[in-house]
T-cell receptor, first 112, second 114 residues
Framework: ELKVEQNPLFLSMQEGKNYTIYCNYSTTSDRLYWYRQDPGKSLESLFVLLSNGAVKQEGRLMASLDTKARLSTLHITAAVHDLSATYFCAVEGGGGADGLTFGKGTHLIIQP | DSGVTQTPKHLITATGQRVTLRCSPRSGDLSVYWYQQSLDQGLQFLIQYYNGEERAKGNILERFSAQQFPDLHSELNLSSLELGDSALYFC?????????????FGQGTRLTVV
């Protein structure tokens, strides 16, 4: 059974600080996805990482993938309040075909 | 706006009842996925359809079923509803077959079973 573990599950940080969210998964996969969800809202796609060593950046967020270690990271640089949300990583497989298996999510609160 | 449309946005129904959730995928997307999000179970993959055919099943209960129609819209049918079925149900669509099979999510249907 494919397992996807995120940590931390809850993170409270101050504006201007840097932090990293970790996503470990239990089976070989070359595709990893990061999504953002605001309370009561849909999931917004942030990054699609398609190969080992992939690194993508958008604004203050940067995601990377190490398929050998089965690890992805989402790094937040100089956090701002607008980045407060729940962040999910997801891996293909486990659900069969292209169904995604999600981590439990990291609830991020950024305080002024 | 992701381009994936789900109706209704909210649904309140009684235990034992049956409901149908509807999803229209993004234009050109052949694959439709259904997910359930609850506080207990988190986000769970239920089922996938590709161009009208069932492609993969996840943690979908026998009381639940889905189908994808020739115009590619999909419906998720939930029957004999229980309190524990209360959740946010998302539909997602993707192009399939492309290198980047990123899935885009609809706004969800919030189901409350009372």
């Amino acid at each position: 059974e494919l397992k996807v573990e995120q940590n931390p599950l809850f993170l409270s940080m101050q504006e201007g600080k840097n932090y990293t969210i970790y996503c470990n998964y239990s089976t070989t996969s070359d595709r990893l996805y990061w999504y953002r969800q605001d309370p009561g809202k849909s999931l917004e796609s942030l990054f699609v990482l398609l190969s080992n060593g992939a690194v993508k950046q958008e604004g203050r967020l940067m995601a990377s993938l190490d398929t050998k270690a089965r690890l992805s990271t989402l790094h937040i640089t100089a956090a701002v309040h607008d980045l407060s949300a729940t962040y999910f990583c997801a891996v293909e497989g486990g659900g069969g075909a292209d169904g995604l298996t999600f981590g439990k999510g990291t609830h991020l609160i950024i305080q002024p | 706006d992701s381009g994936v449309t789900q109706t209704p946005k909210h649904l309140i129904t009684a235990t034992g009842q049956r409901v149908t959730l509807r999803c229209s995928p993004r234009s050109g997307d052949l694959s439709v996925y259904w997910y359930q999000q609850s506080l207990d179970q988190g986000l769970q993959f239920l089922i996938q359809y590709y161009n009208g055919e069932e492609r993969a099943k996840g943690n979908i209960l026998e009381r639940f079923s889905a189908q994808q129609f020739p115009d590619l819209h999909s419906e998720l049918n939930l029957s004999s509803l229980e309190l524990g079925d209360s959740a946010l149900y998302f539909c997602a669509s993707s192009a399939m077959g492309a290198m980047n099979t990123e899935a885009f999510f609809g706004q969800g249907t919030r189901l409350t079973v009372v």
